[in-house]
């Protein structure tokens, strides 16, 4: 089986900036494109952000288009997400997931346990 580990959360005020870091492990041959879900207090899980296999492509949801990057070299076992000029309403429990294939689709394969990230006003 694959394993996914996230690494960071806390709590930052608002216009700060956290990063994120995540691991894939485990069975991991073949292409694995990988990103980010998050789920609001209350809320259902939403994308995020994620990048292909080859990082040729990222794609970012527009709440966080302009503020958040999603970054890895072509094939790595790690994923980073910088978070910059973060607002309360990101405030969310931070899923990294793992989705075999060459793109980040709605429906990854493997997910982590979750980190918590809250924005104070």
């Known amino acids: 089986q694959v394993q996914v580990t996230e690494s960071g959360g806390g709590t930052v005020q608002a216009g700060g900036s956290m990063t994120l870091s995540c691991v894939a492990s485990?069975?991991?041959?073949?292409?694995?494109?990988m990103g980010w879900f998050r789920q609001p207090p209350g809320q259902g899980r939403e994308f995020v952000a994620g990048?292909?296999?080859?990082?040729?492509?990222?794609t970012y949801a527009d709440s966080v288009k302009g503020r958040f990057t999603i970054s890895r070299n072509s094939r790595d076992p790690t994923v980073r997400l910088q978070m910059d000029s973060l607002k309360p309403e990101d405030t969310a429990i931070y899923f990294c997931?793992?989705?075999?294939?060459?793109?980040?689709?709605?429906?990854?394969?493997?997910w982590g346990r979750g980190t918590q990230v809250t924005v104070s006003s």
């Open positions: 997931a793992a989705d075999r294939g060459y793109a980040f689709t709605r429906h990854p394969d493997y």
């Open positions: 485990g069975r991991t041959s073949g292409p694995h494109a």
């Open positions: 990048v292909s296999w080859n990082s040729d492509i990222t």
